[in-house]
């Protein structure tokens, strides 16, 4: 009877201490949940295969979440007050940006690496967030600080966002969009729209990954950057003359070079015939355009001169190889014919494919016929919403 009674108690401690530490461990669940318990761990994380910085294993938790009217008080209605609560972490970190659009200028100067994104795209390629802001570099006073987004950080990835800066009417100064000054820095599925300076890809290392950018004068210029455009859409606005590029790169640079791999060109807006592949901001100019399909856009001479009185020609290196369409036919000035395209590593560094997400990683057709990877385009016509592989932004 003793030992029946014996057993019972132990049966009963045994259950409440059972009880005790469920109870225990739900409370400290509850402690350690995400900011915000209705945003899916699957739907932030989303890609990172394969980064070493933004490996989904890894990934911060809790998570910093942005959302237009939030009442949550750990959520932030901004970007960039999400982006100033980052002085109080520390280590990798990841902002989820919910659906909205977003009308705001961005400064990112954080150290260590951090990812911003918003949500998957739709079937048709439409991103859910917009970051939009109207500021040219005449009244900003330099073209850094008219940025929409300016990017001032090693180790950083942008997924699935649209950036624009709507200043004016497309023709008044010089208006950034996105402002890249860092290495290892990734941009993917994102799209990019101004009229002229679009992207500065000033210094670093830099891929844009199935991203769309748009412009009409210089939309894609810098100086000392290594920037690898990887299946990029390549809008081209109405303007007078439009070239894509403007490489400021100096002659003795032993960095500085914009290499475009599978990209598709078209006129949106722009008339058979009055875009280039590029012109030179400075004499050292290294651009190349490889496996890409032009469309009629493009002007048979190719290259631009910088402008009749100072052409800058001299020492460029303008490069071509496997390109296809129209647009990539006739006599091109200052042209360098390349044997071979130029391969991921030369350009984002040996070590590339630990922090180039997987999933947006370069691929390079050395047969020299088109690849599948670019849309093929009829002349003079532009592609349908829904045969792009990347969604077109609106001002």
């Known amino acids: 009877m003793l030992y029946q009674l014996w057993v019972a108690c132990l049966i009963i401690a045994h259950c409440t201490l059972s009880i005790s530490s469920s109870h225990i461990r739900r409370a400290r669940q509850v402690n350690q949940s995400p900011v915000v318990s209705s945003t899916s761990r699957s739907e932030i994380n989303g890609d990172g295969k394969g980064s070493r910085f933004f490996n989904v294993s890894s990934f911060p938790s809790p998570t910093i979440i942005v959302r237009q009217n939030t009442t949550h008080p750990k959520e932030f209605r901004t970007i960039q007050s999400a982006v100033n609560s980052l002085r109080n972490r520390t280590g990798p970190q990841v902002i989820y940006i919910h659906d909205g659009v977003y009308r705001e200028q961005v400064y990112i100067d954080y150290d260590p690496p951090l990812m911003i994104r918003g949500r998957r795209p739709n079937k048709s390629g439409q991103n859910f967030v917009t970051l939009v802001f109207a500021l040219g570099a005449k009244e900003a006073k330099s073209n850094e600080a008219s940025a929409t987004l300016n990017v001032l950080k090693n180790d950083f990835g942008l997924y699935f966002l649209n950036v624009i800066n709507e200043h004016g009417t497309g023709t008044d100064t010089q208006a950034l969009a996105l402002n890249a000054k860092g290495d290892r820095q990734g941009y ?34 810098g100086r000392d950057a290594n920037s690898w455009f990887e299946q990029v859409l390549i809008p081209i606005l109405k303007g007078s003359k439009e070239p894509i590029t403007a490489s400021g790169r100096h002659l003795n640079d032993t960095s500085g070079f914009f290499v475009f791999n599978n990209a598709t060109i078209y006129g949106d807006g722009a008339l058979p015939g009055t875009a280039y592949l590029g012109r030179p901001w400075r004499e050292g100019a290294k651009v190349a355009f490889q496996n890409s399909n032009l469309s009629d856009v493009i002007n048979p001479d190719g290259w631009l001169a910088w402008n009749p009185s100072d052409p800058r020609t001299e020492f460029v290196q303008f490069q071509e190889c496997g390109n296809f369409g129209p647009g990539a036919q006739g006599k091109r ?23 180039v997400d997987y999933t947006y990683r370069p ?30 932004v609106s001002l």
């Open 333 to 355: 000035l200052y042209d360098t014919p390349l044997a071979s395209p130029h391969l991921p590593e030369n350009i984002l560094g040996a070590d590339y494919l630990n922090w």
């Open 363 to 392: 691929i390079v057709n050395t047969t020299n016929t088109p690849t599948t990877n670019t849309l093929k385009l009829k002349k003079n016509t532009n592609p349908t919403l829904a045969a792009r592989p990347r969604r077109q």
């Open 188 to 221: 993917y599925n994102c799209a990019f729209k101004s009229f002229q300076d679009t992207v500065r890809a000033y210094r670093g290392i830099h891929i844009f990954s199935r991203c769309e950018i748009s412009g009409a004068v210089d939309f894609i210029f």
